[in-house]
């Protein structure tokens, strides 16, 4: 009993810093509280630019994102498996903040050698993605898998920085706040998760 006390205050301690949700900035997801006040701070992992088109052919780029939540995916219009959940769930998200300007979404395709504009307009047609609140992006191969793997972190190996052409299939949902920092990972493909992502938007949006 005295242990799990010690427990509780030792973690309370350690998040108890200017925010209020950690930073991950390596592979295998560790998150990290990091002050304001920390020299860490101004090294925390950051997306890079980007460029991709989305469904609506409209270049999208981090100036779309600028002082924007979103989260991110990575899916394909042909799976089978786990991409209809995700892409259901990034739906729920989409409803609950339709009117909230400062959040966006952003699915990424992993095999944009067949999903091509025509086919993803089709697919958010089917699917009810809003335009301007999400964008399904298609762009050139190698960078959406460098970018996914190297910056996302969304190998198919927690902790691994993968850098090949292994195919990605991941079923996260990534939180990025408004400077590009990666805030929280999540299982998409799961109601709960997406409960605590919202949760964690709702977090993110106090913080300056």
């Given at each position: 009993?005295?242990?799990?006390?010690?427990?509780?205050?030792?973690?309370?301690?350690f998040?108890?810093t200017?925010?209020?949700?950690?930073?991950?900035?390596?592979?295998?997801?560790?998150?990290?509280?990091?002050?304001?006040?920390?020299?860490?701070?101004?090294?925390?992992?950051?997306?890079?630019?980007?460029?991709?088109?989305?469904?609506?052919s409209?270049?999208?780029?981090?100036?779309t994102?600028?002082?924007?939540?979103?989260?991110?995916?990575?899916?394909?219009?042909?799976?089978?498996?786990?991409?209809?959940?995700?892409?259901?769930?990034?739906?729920l998200?989409?409803?609950?903040?339709?009117?909230?300007?400062?959040?966006?979404?952003?699915?990424?395709?992993?095999?944009?050698?067949?999903?091509?504009v025509?086919?993803?307009k089709?697919?958010?047609?089917?699917?009810?993605?809003?335009?301007?609140?999400?964008?399904?992006?298609?762009?050139?191969?190698?960078e959406?898998y460098?970018?996914?793997?190297?910056?996302?972190?969304?190998g198919?190996?927690?902790?691994?920085?993968?850098t090949?052409?292994?195919?990605?299939?991941t079923?996260?949902?990534?939180?990025?706040?408004?400077?590009?920092?990666?805030?929280?990972?999540?299982?998409?493909?799961?109601?709960?998760?997406?409960?605590?992502?919202?949760?964690?938007?709702?977090?993110?949006?106090?913080?300056?």
């Open positions: 009993y005295i242990f799990t006390i010690l427990i509780f205050i030792s973690c309370k301690n998040t108890a200017d925010n209020s949700l950690p930073f991950i900035n390596k592979p295998d997801f560790t998150p990290e509280w990091i002050s304001k006040n920390d020299k860490a701070y101004s090294s925390i992992h950051q997306i890079p630019q980007f460029s991709f088109i989305n469904q609506n409209e270049t999208v780029t981090e100036k994102v600028e002082n924007k939540i979103y989260v991110a995916d990575f899916f394909f219009t042909k799976c089978g498996s786990i991409c209809p959940k995700m892409t259901t769930n990034m739906g998200l989409q409803t609950k903040f339709m009117n909230d300007k400062d959040v966006m979404l952003l699915s990424h395709t992993v095999t944009p050698e067949w999903d091509s025509p086919i993803l089709e697919y958010a047609k089917n699917k009810g993605v809003i335009s301007g609140k999400w964008h399904l992006l298609t762009g050139n191969k190698d959406i460098s970018l996914a793997k190297k910056q996302y972190f969304a198919d190996t927690i902790g691994y920085y993968q090949g052409n292994e195919f990605l299939h079923e996260n949902f990534i939180l990025v706040d408004k400077k590009r920092r990666i805030r929280g990972v999540y299982n998409g493909t799961l109601p709960l998760e997406i409960e605590r992502l919202s949760d964690d938007i709702l977090e993110l949006k106090k913080e300056n």
